[in-house]
């Protein structure tokens, strides 16, 4: 499940250089990954390791204006790869310009926020839906075709997710 932050910020300083918004939605890098020790565990670990760790993370800028790099843990997760990868989709929504919106206006860059959140979760729904109808989403079928034809497997024709 995506955490969304509560602050729309990143709309404001869109809605402000007038930019355009393409929302990605992606799936399978989570399957591909056995996670050991998640980012709140590692600053536990003992011996000075997670001391380590948490000081390293406060050595990276904040990603936020309004919050100090103690305030943000940054640090990658323990993880190590799965013998035979997910595959991986990826799906780009509709452009979403932020040309009329007034960056100073608080409750319609929310909206819009809301807007942005609706399109990427759609997107993840398609996604998922379109992984479990996918005769190639098994890894080692997909390594053996792939290995025997010498093409890249098929995917899913985008008509199949409207």
Request: aromatic share 10%.
């Amino acid at each position: 499940k995506l955490l969304w932050p509560e602050k729309v910020d990143f709309v404001r300083i869109a809605a402000r250089f007038n930019a355009t918004i393409v929302p990605i939605s992606a799936v399978g890098a989570a399957d591909s990954v056995n996670i050991l020790i998640d980012a709140p565990d590692l600053v536990k670990l003992p011996f000075g390791l997670g001391e380590r760790a948490a000081n390293s993370s406060k050595q990276i800028m904040s990603a936020r204006f309004d919050q100090s790099n103690e305030d943000e843990l940054f640090a990658a997760p323990f993880a190590l790869p799965k013998p035979l990868p997910a595959r991986h989709y990826f799906m780009f929504g509709r452009a979403m310009s932020t040309g009329g919106l007034n960056h100073k206006d608080r409750e319609g860059c929310g909206e819009f926020y809301e807007d942005v959140k609706r399109e990427m979760e759609r997107g993840f729904k398609d996604l998922l839906q379109a992984r479990e109808a996918d005769p190639w989403k098994d890894s080692g079928r997909r390594i053996l075709f792939e290995g025997v034809t010498g093409k890249q497997a098929p995917t899913f024709e985008i008509s199949e997710l409207y």
